[in-house]
Structure formats: structure tokens, C-alpha cells
Nanobody, 117 residues
Framework: VQLQASGGGLVQAGGSLRLSCAAS????????IGWYRQAPGKQGELVAG???????DYADSVKGRFTISTDNAKNTVYLQMNTLKPEDTAVYYC????????????WGQGTLVTVSS
């Protein structure tokens, strides 16, 4: 399974960004896919995840601001990020697993999101 993330960049606080992750390879058995972020000096955090049945989970820190969605025809998962805050600054990774996302097996390369105050 290969995960190709894109869409990061620099945005002012209060702005929006949409991250994309194109999945390829043997993805038929993937059960969960999501987004994990890592900020310097902070513990990594799974910010959003979606299971194969369509159920979603969000970290408390992003609930109401971030939305995960998929386009199955394009094998792509998105993370719409609204009302961005400086504390959202991090490298965001697309992750996936055959089971849950507690310890994702598959990782894409990171995409940097920087939110200026």
C-alpha cells in the first residue's frame, strides 16, 4: 500500500486547507485510513480516521473544524481543515491499516501545514 499526501502549505489563522491522500497498491483489505500529525516538541496525534463502514473519529482538538472524507472512485481520502489555529501547525501524515489506527502500519510521506498567527 502506498499513500501519497499533498495539500499542505502556509495559511493564516482562521483560514482553511484541504489535504489529499491518494492510496494505491493492495488497498482492498484496508479497514481504516486517516490523518496523523506531528508537531515539533509535541506528542503525535491521530486527528481523524475513517473505517471501511464509513464511521469517523476525530481528536477533541479538531472536532467541529476538521472533516475527513473519501472519494472511493479516486482511492483518495481528504482532510478539510477549517478555522485553522497556530497550534494546528504540524507535519500531517496519511495513515492506513488493515485493522485500526492505534498503530497504523502504512504511512505516507508528510505534508507540512503551517498556520501563522
Amino acid at each position: 500500500v502506498q499513500l501519497q499526501a499533498s495539500g499542505g502549505g502556509l495559511v493564516q489563522a482562521g483560514g482553511s486547507l484541504r489535504l489529499s491522500c491518494a492510496a494505491s497498491g493492495n488497498i482492498v483489505n484496508i479497514n481504516a485510513i486517516g490523518w496523523y500529525r506531528q508537531a515539533p516538541g509535541k506528542q503525535g496525534e491521530l486527528v481523524a480516521g475513517m473505517r471501511s463502514g464509513g464511521s469517523t473519529d476525530y481528536a477533541d482538538s479538531v472536532k467541529g473544524r476538521f472533516t475527513i472524507s473519501t472519494d472511493n472512485a479516486k482511492n483518495t481520502v481528504y482532510l478539510q481543515m477549517n478555522t485553522l489555529k497556530p497550534e494546528d501547525t504540524a507535519v500531517y501524515y496519511c495513515v492506513a491499516d488493515l485493522g485500526g489506527l492505534d498503530t497504523p502500519h502504512y504511512w505516507g510521506q508528510g505534508t507540512l501545514v503551517t498556520v501563522s498567527s
